[in-house]
């Protein structure tokens, strides 16, 4: 085991933590909204001033930085093997609109924060290091998500956007080329070179609070399906029309979805499934529905109870539309399976925090990450740092400095044992 | 009994028939809209048109023709003696958006043709007989009913339609002025010299023509009462919060619209219970619901069954809340009295059925009418003519000329006994 006087020395971690605060504010100031959160869509302006200057950033730090024709930003630690593959840790850059300062943010300055120590520390690593800002994940802008991680790992193409556009008509290409990016203007996005690929994020749940846990080591990221249904029946006078005699779009809609609320509650964690969107029409309060539609997310680790609770839960609504003479109308349109995480990397974390003394827990991402991009290439881990509440996507989004410095405490051991002292990944 | 040819003589029945075809399509011209349907708002130049013309054709089939200072149009047949209580019929005039061509103006031409068919055959009555063309009952321009019937039994008032606009700002007594309304332009509104009043009306649901009958003889108006209510739980995200730990806000609501449509089902005719408007935020597929509010109305015409209703679910959403630790907010924004129609009217009714073999049906009116403002001060009845698949509000609206026919001569009847024979009311 290296010489870690990171947790034996007090000072050090406090001087982490509050270096993470400053760091955090510092990026928060890109995109900062009146309302206190934080706004930085792909390619605008705010979203291209943090990238140049988190790029200046890295290099007062020593790093050797280069942006890929996307806007994904590196940092590299240059090691003593440059043939080896590297290792590559971040987060995107990107928010959601009017989002916190945690969410993405976190990881990026948090791998920054580590190749500094371990540069300062340590000197050069055996192999590559490197710190990514990725330019998007979240989808906030344009129809499109993993937009930086995606090009990284060859599962995302300028053949995708070609026509896209944000709600206000821009085209996305017209956007990047704006930013300063496009085909020709960096190098490819494409890496083969990177052997494992790590992810400091805050979890944007309340499970690790809830169990007085600092960090959360994933075991997997749900797969996710997202429905909608529309069911259709007869709109009528709310007075005249007795009730034999209506067929009330609402009264099949509420039954169904107290149905796959009940269901999710019976089945028990870690199925989550939530209806967030409800429209009726007409929508007046006088008249019976004629249409409801509403959508279902249903997520679960595991792709066979993920499918059987869907098939479970369609042949129900099948059977109240039947029973209630309404029209059901069904369309999945998102399913995306399951990933599981590298076991390796998890085990590596598990004992990092065990001989640390940092409380830890396995546990499920219910929400999609960069990361996954990643391990469908190489081995990969997605670390989280507790969210107070629970809160994301949101200007009370929290994260308290000693949590991210245990988050950046772990990250640190993790680099320095892949990229000082192994051989092999 | 009176010598009543109608009845006898299919000719004439034919005739009649013919005539409110031709009399209600010649209204629907005023306010024709391209895709089929009927709008004539208050005080709009449709609605100038549609009373000037009724103005023209009461004068023309002899009767004596005024109107109010709000708008509303009286054509008086004068009886021999005319300090006696007047008889009035009629309808509104107004429609909803996009309407049918049936809703109000078949009361209208009805009782004109009624009252040219009486002095035709009976020459003058032992008292004024008078049709009605009521300004306005629909609401669908100003945020008020019953500003025509309101005005004559002195329910409504121009001190509570002061500062009064339309969704387009037009202030309510502006409009009034343009089209030559308001006080001063003619005589006061208010009538204490009406000793009945007589509403024919298309049912505006399926129960007439469902049982196969072809006269509805109003019994009673419902009670009627109209709550929103706002359920308050956590927005939280869809994937990283465990079902246990959600305070979801459509998780309650849609217990909640589920009891009390079911309790409506249970309970039975004639109650009615509907959730038409349901509204929820932020309302995204990946956000945790955290607020729904939704509308019940609920109608009944026992005042006691009603109130015990509302409070049973009433209780039973509170305990829904309280399980869910989510907030409920409740506002009963309307409350009418059901209205008990007049018996010895309806029983006169019943005979002239009975009488001339009309397949009649007791029932109870789901839906308010200018009617019920009357029976506040006179005796009144409501008699339904059938409203073809119990379609309203809508440019399909339909009733058959030959149901139309007999709700007329239906109406004949009754105003020939209470304008010919009958000494006191």
């Given amino acids: 085991m290296m010489d870690f006087s990171l947790y034996d ?14 760091l955090i504010l510092w990026m928060a100031s890109f995109g900062k909204q009146e309302q206190g959160g934080v706004t930085r869509l792909l390619y605008s302006e705010s979203w291209r001033d943090a990238q140049q200057a988190l790029a200046l950033r890295m290099e007062q730090w020593g790093l050797k930085v280069n942006f890929d024709h996307v806007g994904n930003l590196f940092g590299k630690l240059e090691g003593t093997d440059k043939n080896k593959m590297a290792i590559l840790t971040g987060s995107h850059v990107d928010t959601v609109k009017n989002g916190g300062m945690y969410d993405g943010a976190l990881g990026i300055v948090a791998g920054m924060l580590a ?4 540069k300062r520390h340590y000197g050069m690593p055996k192999r590559n290091l490197e710190v990514v800002s990725l330019c998007e994940e979240e989808g906030s802008r344009f129809p499109m998500t993993y937009w930086g991680s995606g090009n990284i790992t060859g599962r995302r193409h300028f053949g995708q956007i070609v026509q896209m ?20 203007t960096h190098r490819d996005s494409r890496r083969e070179d990177i052997g494992a690929f790590i992810e400091l994020h805050v979890e944007q749940g309340i499970v690790l609070e809830r169990k007085n846990k600092t960090i959360g080591i994933v075991d997997s990221i749900v797969g996710q399906r997202r ?15 007795p009730m034999m005699w209506r067929k009330d779009a609402l009264n099949g809609a509420s039954e169904m979805i107290r149905f796959v609320l009940h269901a999710a509650r019976k089945q ?16 007046e309060a006088n008249v019976i529905p004629e249409k409801v539609s509403f959508t279902v997310d ?18 129900e609504f099948m059977k109240i539309a039947d029973e209630q003479e309404l029209l059901l109308r069904t369309d999945l349109w998102m399913d995306a399976a399951p990933v599981v995480m590298d076991e390796r990397l998890r085990g590596r974390i598990q004992q990092i925090c065990e001989n640390r003394n940092i409380a830890w827990l396995r546990m499920v991402s219910g929400a999609g990450h960069d990361v996954q991009m990643f391990q469908y290439n190489c081995p990969s881990a997605l670390i989280f740092v507790p969210s107070h509440m629970g809160i994301s996507h949101s200007p009370q989004e929290y994260t308290s400095p000693a949590d991210m410095a245990a988050g950046v405490a772990v990250l640190i051991e993790l680099l320095y044992s892949l990229g000082y002292q192994e051989e092999e990944i």
């Fill in 9 to 22: 020395n007090s000072a050090i971690i406090k001087g982490i933590a509050e270096e993470m605060e400053e």
């Fill in 115 to 118: 190749l500094k120590y371990l």
């Fill in 165 to 184: 556009t944000d709600e206000n008509g821009v085209l996305f290409r017209k956007a990047m080329e704006k930013a300063g990016f496009g085909a020709g």
């Fill in 227 to 241: 429905y909608t249904f529309e069911v259709t029946g007869e709109a009528n006078h709310a007075g005249t029309t």
């Fill in 268 to 283: 028990g964690e870690p199925l989550v499934a939530t209806v967030g969107r409800v429209e009726v029409k007409p929508n």
């Fill in 298 to 315: 249903v997520r679960h680790p595991d792709a066979a109870v993920l499918s059987l609770f869907c098939d479970r839960f369609l042949l």
